[in-house]
Structure formats: C-alpha cells, structure tokens
T-cell receptor, first 114, second 113 residues
Framework: EAAVTQSPRNKVAVTGGKVTLSCNQT?????MYWYRQDTGHGLRLIHY???????EKGDIPDGYKASRPSQENFSLILELATPSQTSVYFC?????????????FGSGTRLTVL | GEKVEQHQSTLSVREGDSAVINCTYT??????FPWYKQEAGKSLHFVID?????DRKQSQRLTVLLDKKAKRFSLHITATQPEDSAIYFC????????????FGKGTSLTVIP
C-alpha cells in the first residue's frame, strides 16, 4: 500500500524562526505536493514537484520554499515563520501524470507559530 | 481560477439512512471530480471519483452524480454506518496548466447509531 510519512507530527515554532517539514514516500511516485488545511478554506496547494530536483509554485507559495532532493523526499521550508502560517500541513504523492491522479496523503503536521 | 463550494459544513444522519453531500464548481473546463475522506485524527484518503464524460458513478454504497449544466456534483452514501462518520472533501481538477485539485472546505458527516 502507498505510504507517505510526514515529520514531525507536531511542531511549535517562534516567529522569525526557520521551520522544515519533511515528507517521505515509498510509492515511487513522481509527483509530490504540499497542502495546508485551514478551517474555512479546505486544502490549498503551496508547492509541488514533478520529480527529483524540481519544485513548482502552487496557489499560495508566498513565505514557503520547497526542496525535492530525491524521488522519495520532499520538504517544505519556512525561512521566517509567521503566526499566519499556523496550520495543518499535508504532504501527498500522486500516482499518475495529468489531472486525474489519485493523491496519497501523509498524516499531516500541525504547526503552531507563536 | 476554479472555486469549489461545499455547502454543508456538517451533516447528521441516523444509521441506515442515506446521506447526500453537495458541491458546486465554477470552471466549466474542470473534468475530474474526486472525493476524499478524512476520519478523525487521520489523513485523507480517496474514496470515489467521477469524470465529466459520465453523469453517474457507483461504487458499493457510494454514488457520485455530476450535473455539468448546473456545475454541481454530489456524493450519496446509502445505508450509512458509524464508520462512515468523517469529513468528506470534494475536489475539482483545475485548468491552470499544472496538476492541481481545488478542494471544498469539507463536510463533517456524523452517523448516529
């Protein structure tokens, strides 16, 4: 079964600090995504990747960077965390090209920025 | 860009009854509509989808209906069971040139035993 693992599960950070959220997938999927989930907003795409070495901006990339050093790993980086980035972050991998792929989600990371 | 509205934030039904969750979308170019389920404290997982070349798709107790003219789609769950209790997210494929789904805000379904 597809497996997407996120770490940490919970994170408390201070304003202005650097935060790195990690994601590992064992599905050998090319596509990986970072979403944030906020009450009243559903899931919104931050960054995505088509494969190792590629990162692309999603709908709300401001304040975030991404890194895809390998097929398996995709990180989300907050260089200067702000309280508005308090949210639940989900990583996902996709099993096919095109807009009809099924997404496999990790368990989420709850980030609180104080 | 695409906007997906999920009109019910919460829905309660009695066990054995049917549940219907409704969504609308704005982009006529959207052609793929998946549904995801998030159980309490867990992540999201895919449950069913429908493509724009059909107007109905059934998988066991789940049925998705698509009305392209009204830009509306719905998830029907029959013979509900307590394990159906979860947050259900509808989504629509965008037309932004990259792979993205636009998700609704989610409907929290409670099945009362």
């Amino acid at each position: 079964e597809a497996a997407v693992t996120q770490s940490p599960r919970n994170k408390v950070a201070v304003t202005g600090g650097k935060v790195t959220l990690s994601c590992n997938q064992t599905n050998n999927h090319n596509n990986m995504y970072w979403y944030r989930q906020d009450t009243g907003h559903g899931l919104r795409l931050i960054h995505y990747s088509y494969g190792a070495g590629s990162t692309e901006k999603g709908d709300i990339p401001d304040g975030y960077k991404a890194s895809r050093p390998s097929q398996e790993n995709f990180s989300l980086i907050l260089e200067l965390a702000t309280p508005s980035q308090t949210s639940v972050y989900f990583c996902a991998s996709g099993d096919a090209g095109g807009r009809e792929e099924t997404l496999y989600f990790g368990s989420g990371t709850r980030l609180t920025v104080l | 860009g695409e906007k997906v509205e999920q009109h019910q934030s919460t829905l309660s039904v009695r066990e054995g009854d049917s549940a219907v969750i409704n969504c609308t979308y704005t982009d006529t170019a959207s052609s793929y509509f998946p549904w995801y389920k998030q159980e309490a404290g867990k992540s999201l997982h895919f449950v069913i989808d429908i493509r724009s070349n059909v107007d109905r798709k059934q998988s066991q107790r789940l049925t998705v209906l698509l009305d392209k003219k009204a830009k509306r789609f719905s998830l029907h769950i029959t013979a509900t069971q307590p394990e159906d209790s979860a947050i259900y997210f509808c989504a629509a494929s965008g037309n932004t040139g990259y792979q993205n789904f636009y998700f609704g805000k989610g409907t929290s379904l409670t099945v009362i035993p």
